[in-house]
Every structure is written in structure tokens, then in C-alpha cells.
Nanobody
Framework: QVQLVESGGGSVQPGGSLWLSCAAS????????LGWYRQAPGNQRELVAS?????????TDSAEDRFAVSISGDSALKTVYLQMTSLKPEDTATYYC?????????????WGQGTQVTVSS
């Protein structure tokens, strides 16, 4: 099993910055990617940014120039960080950590519990 523990988030004014982190532990030896999705009320969950095991990042268009995703750790614990800058009201959402990996029965994914990000003046 893989366990995800999220931290960070909160409230900030437009133009401000926040960070998120997610620690993945357990059976993470089959890690393929770690990343962040978000879901605003009435919207579908969407990818924000993810990073592959080899360190290659992927961003949604709206996050490309404002957010930075990174990963650190070892075979026992991996942590993915999301540094968010120049935040906009439309970034307001619940942000979910997402783990994708290979296990004994194939590819699987695990979701974090979600952390709220609110951007408002």
C-alpha cells in the first residue's frame, strides 16, 4: 500500500504564493509519477502538475509559467512539492496529491485527502 500525507495550502490574496507538499511512503518502489490535481466546485478534477520518476515535469497550460513541481527523497519516502506563485482567484480549488505506480497486479493510483487553496482579496 501507498500512503500520501499532504500539507500546505491555505488562503492568499491574488498575486501571492503558496506551497504544497505530499509525502508518499509504503510500497513506492514502483513509482511512475507524483503530482497534483485540483477540483473547484462544479468542475471536473484536472491535472495541475506532475513529475515522473526520472524527474520530468508536466504542467497544465495555466500553471506552466507560475507553478513549479519538484520531487525529493529515496526508496522509502518520496515528497513532491508544488510551489505556486502569482496566484489568481481561478486557482481556488481543492488540491489533491496523486500517486501513480506499478504494483504486483499492474498499474494503480492513489489519491490524497485534498487540501484547500483559496485565492481571494
Amino acid at each position: 500500500q501507498v500512503q500520501l500525507v499532504e500539507s500546505g495550502g491555505g488562503s492568499v490574496q491574488p498575486g501571492g504564493s503558496l506551497w504544497l507538499s505530499c509525502a508518499a511512503s509504503g510500497a513506492i518502489h514502483g513509482l511512475l509519477s507524483l503530482g497534483w490535481y485540483r477540483q473547484a466546485p462544479g468542475n471536473q478534477r484536472e491535472l495541475v502538475a506532475s513529475i515522473e520518476r526520472e524527474g520530468r515535469p508536466t504542467y497544465t497550460d495555466s500553471a506552466e509559467d507560475r507553478f513549479a513541481v519538484s520531487i525529493s527523497g529515496d526508496s522509502a519516502l518520496k515528497t513532491v512539492y508544488l510551489q505556486m506563485t502569482s496566484l489568481k482567484p481561478e486557482d481556488t480549488a481543492t488540491y489533491y496529491c496523486h500517486y501513480e505506480g506499478l504494483g504486483s497486479y499492474g498499474q494503480f493510483e492513489v489519491w490524497g485527502q485534498g487540501t484547500q487553496v483559496t485565492v481571494s482579496s
